[in-house]
């Protein structure tokens, strides 16, 4: 699919999340850490003037890897187990008529580089290289919603896993890494709709190969290799 001549990708992000697999479900519930660089055309400091003074930001990007020739009106949530058909406009399913995704993010600080001035962002559930349309500043005073509805996502806010991670194994890992895997792997990275005991799952974060099961209540991290 093929947006208008008019829509321009002004930047791409660098993330720790190299496959779809085990990327946060929505923005905010990881603290991983982003860099945002901008595309030749738009590493232009004159653009950015006053970000600074913005703790977070909202970004506008692309479901790269999840566009599709054809639509469907309905899609299965992961909060609902993947097991039940909700209308597509009202889920954040990545498979919509536009694979346009929305998040807000931290910004951390901007950074100097070669490649010209990047954006640091925290919380960003976006996969490494994830085309970016626009960035918006956020504005608490009209975008934070406090008593908002959460509709259906508002049945398993609380769900998490426990973590039998061997301190063998937390060793392998980075301090600067660490507590945003436990964070990924808190949430349950698994499909929603499978349940099988026996099966052991994997998937790669930054420079990590992890694989683990999920009995029950509690997630079993079974190895760590560096790739």
């Given at each position: 699919m093929e947006f208008s001549d008019n829509i321009k990708i002004i930047a791409r992000i660098n993330t720790d999340f190299h496959e779809k697999f085990a990327i946060p479900r929505q923005s905010g519930l990881s603290s991983s850490i982003g860099k945002i660089v901008f595309e030749k055309e738009y590493r232009c400091d004159e653009a950015l003037r006053g970000i600074e003074g913005f703790s977070h930001l909202w970004l506008i990007w692309k479901f790269s890897k999840s566009e599709r020739e054809k639509w469907s009106p309905t899609v299965r949530p992961p909060r609902l187990g993947g097991n039940k058909r909700m209308g597509v406009f009202a889920t954040r399913s990545p498979f919509r008529p536009n694979p346009i995704g929305l998040s807000s993010v931290e910004l951390v600080g901007l950074e100097?580089?070669?490649?010209?001035?990047?954006?640091?962002?925290?919380?960003?559930?976006?996969?490494?290289?994830?085309?970016?349309?626009?960035?918006?500043?956020?504005?608490?005073?009209?975008?934070?919603?406090?008593?908002?509805?959460?509709?259906?996502?508002?049945?398993?806010?609380?769900?998490?896993?426990?973590?039998?991670?061997?301190d063998e194994f937390q060793k392998k890992v980075s301090p600067q890494k660490l507590d945003v895997l436990k964070e990924i792997l808190s949430q349950d990275p698994r499909p929603s709709y499978i349940e099988d005991e026996t099966r052991v799952y994997g998937f790669s974060y930054a420079d990590y190969e992890i694989r683990f099961s999920v009995c029950g209540d509690t997630l079993k991290v079974l190895g760590i290799e560096n790739v």
């Open positions: 100097k580089t070669e490649e010209g001035t990047v954006l640091i962002v925290r919380g960003a559930d976006l996969l490494d290289g994830t085309p970016i349309y626009d960035i918006k500043p956020y504005l608490a005073f009209t975008d934070s919603h406090p008593q908002a509805l959460g509709g259906f996502s508002d049945e398993k806010l609380t769900y998490s896993l426990k973590l039998d991670f061997s």
